[in-house]
């Protein structure tokens, strides 16, 4: 199956700063891609839709100015996390979704650990 | 809105056993519903993925099923092995009004031990 991947697996960051974690496609374009957050023994929950090249649709209560997602390119998305609080600590996981009559199958980043201290 | 549930929440069975894992959902207008295994700390692995159209599916020893008009998913692990410890989530994909044209919602998941 296709593959996406994700950097960096873990990050620790202190309270106050921003960090970025990259979701790429790496055989495959990607027209669309997803972000979602996991919680502990929860459901993962879409954060945002992005399309290339335009902005990103993000899902109620979710804040789009702590949350920068860009999709400059067909292979490549990002999330920044701004001003982190221990509370944004998750696991974020990525989704790419090849061109539509390819596959209709998302496909999943291995996921990133984000601890806020 | 389309809400996913899965049943049971944990399950522990010893080495060899056949077992089923069961998900339902309420919108049973669905282009295709997933199925996934996380293991503790890493990200999703696609295992089934059962068309709208289609009954079910399998590969393996794993066999997924699907029942749209009544609104549920089995998925069956013939022969259990340790190795298949993991979470085992199901995913229905539904047309959705908000940021795209459909969306992908998640089971909580089963939570899945296998004993030698």
């Known amino acids: 199956g296709a593959v996406v991947s994700q950097h960096p697996s873990r990050v620790i960051c202190k309270s106050g700063t921003s960090v970025k974690i990259e979701c790429r496609s790496l055989?495959?374009?990607?027209?669309?891609m997803f972000w979602y957050r996991q919680f502990p023994k929860k459901s993962l929950m879409l954060m945002a839709t992005s399309n290339e090249g335009s902005k990103a649709t993000y899902e109620q209560g979710v804040e789009k100015d702590k949350f920068l997602i860009n999709h400059a390119s067909l292979t490549l998305s990002t999330l920044t996390v701004t001003s982190a609080h221990p509370e944004d600590s998750s696991f974020y996981i990525c989704?790419?979704?090849?061109?539509?009559?390819?596959?209709?199958?998302?496909?999943f980043g291995p996921g990133t650990r984000l601890t806020v201290t | 809105k389309q809400e996913v549930t899965q049943i049971p929440a944990a399950l522990s069975v010893p080495e060899g056993e056949n077992l089923v894992l069961n998900c339902s959902f309420t919108d049973s207008a669905i282009y295709n519903l997933q199925w996934f295994r996380q293991d503790p700390g890493k990200g999703l692995t696609s295992l089934l993925l059962i068309q709208s159209s289609q009954r079910e599916q399998t590969s393996g020893r794993l066999n997924a099923s699907l029942d749209k008009s009544s609104g549920r998913s089995t998925l069956y692990i013939a022969a259990s092995q340790p190795g298949d410890s993991a979470t085992y989530l199901c995913?229905?994909?539904?047309?959705?009004?908000?940021?795209?044209?459909?969306?992908?919602?998640f089971g909580k998941g089963t939570k899945l031990s296998v004993i030698p």
């Open positions: 055989d495959f374009q990607a027209t669309t």
């Open positions: 995913a229905a994909k539904s047309a959705y009004s908000g940021a795209g044209s459909y969306q992908l919602t």
């Open positions: 989704s790419a979704l090849p061109p539509a009559g390819l596959s209709y199958e998302q496909y």
